[in-house]
């Protein structure tokens, strides 16, 4: 063989190891870089929610005195609500990722008042003030909304062992501790979560599974609607919550979306995006920032066909579809199948 023909054939046995490698450090690229960029994400969102909650606690009104007064605070009143808005929406952006990977910290900021009274039992909350016993955003929301709780989250509420009827706070004492106690362990819970945030290194499967989670979890927050149980219920901003979920999930996806077509996942990535498309439809066809109204009699397991037309039960019938995983093209599916593509472990839920 000719010194041309050798050099050729040492080129050809060659190739296909090169090929290999470049695989494999075009694979080890891709998740370096969703890890990165995932982070960043995730730390810019929570440095946002952190400074949300230090506008809470800076607008909440401390009269020589007095507790607060609806006329006469109304204006620090507004600021408050606009500022909580802000901070809900920045964590539920990233809350997919972020509560899997500190589960205590959102219990800490995002746990609800239910889920607070099942630990404390009868005693409940004496000090709805202060720092301890129910705390976080919807401790705070509570209060907030306490002259304007819808009728359903009364009647939800009053039933469980621990309750006491929301207020503003009464006295000068009461709003001193408002304000430098509940509103401060908000502001230092989510600055410790920055904390703990800072050093770690992603497992980009699992924050990928926290997004699949929190896709499926848009079902039980419409769901819950039907019982005075849904998660913004004071504030009754459920719906800004489900479109901050979407939202925070798209912007996830599209970290992993290069990596997907560098695999030959156009297909499924138009599949996705579709998915996440009806969801964007049926959010943006309702009003304002509520969920609205069930029907009387609504049945999640056998809604009539009178409910379903209503829109909550076409709402609710969009987010079944997309969550559920064993309907072929729904948004979960299609997520599921992304994490197969790209060898990651699929979702399990919280």
């Given at each position: ?20 490698g470049?695989?494999?450090v ?51 009143i ?70 304007s ?11 469980l ?11 000068e ?22 904390q ?18 929190l ?118 599916t ?17």
């Amino acid at each position: 063989m000719s010194r041309f023909g050798r050099f050729f054939l040492c080129v050809a046995l060659a190739l296909p190891l090169f090929v290999t490698g470049c695989g494999k450090v075009d694979e080890e690229a891709q998740r370096a870089r969703v890890e990165k960029e995932m982070k960043q994400w995730l730390v810019s969102k929570i440095r946002d929610f952190r400074l949300a909650a230090q506008d809470l606690q800076t607008a909440a009104p401390l009269t020589p005195g007095r507790g607060w007064d609806a006329q006469e605070d109304a204006r620090a009143i507004a600021a408050m609500k606009d500022a909580w808005g802000r901070a809900r929406e920045a964590y539920e952006l990233v809350e997919g990722a972020v509560a899997p990977l500190f589960p205590e910290s959102d219990t800490a900021t995002d746990a609800r008042y239910d889920d607070f009274l099942t630990i404390l039992g009868a005693a409940g909350d004496p000090k709805p003030f202060d720092a301890e016993g129910i705390v976080g955003v919807h401790a705070i929301e509570r209060i907030l909304w306490a002259d304007s709780i819808p009728t359903e989250t009364l009647e939800f509420e009053r039933g469980l062992p621990g309750f006491r009827p929301a207020a503003f706070p009464a006295t000068e004492a009461e709003a001193r501790d408002f304000k430098e106690k509940l509103c401060a362990k908000l502001v230092s819970d989510i600055a410790s979560l920055e904390q703990q945030l800072a050093p770690v290194e992603l497992d980009i499967a699992f924050a990928f599974r926290g997004l699949i989670d929190l896709t499926n979890e848009q079902l039980e927050k419409v769901d819950r609607a039907s019982t005075g149980r849904e998660e913004s219920r004071y504030a009754q901003s459920t719906l800004r919550d489900l479109r901050a979920n979407r939202e925070g999930c798209l912007a996830a996806y599209k970290i992993f979306q290069p990596w997907l077509l560098s695999r030959g996942g156009s297909e499924l990535d138009q599949q996705v995006l579709a998915s996440f498309e009806r969801l964007k439809s049926s959010y943006d066809a309702l009003p304002g920032a509520a969920i609205p109204r069930p029907p009387q009699g609504w049945s999640s397991l056998e809604p009539n066909p009178a409910h379903a037309a209503t829109p909550f039960g076409r709402l609710f019938q969009v987010v079944k579809r997309e969550t559920d995983d064993s309907q072929k093209g729904s948004l979960s599916t299609s997520l599921m199948s992304v994490a197969d593509t790209l060898g990651l472990p699929k979702a399990v839920l919280r």
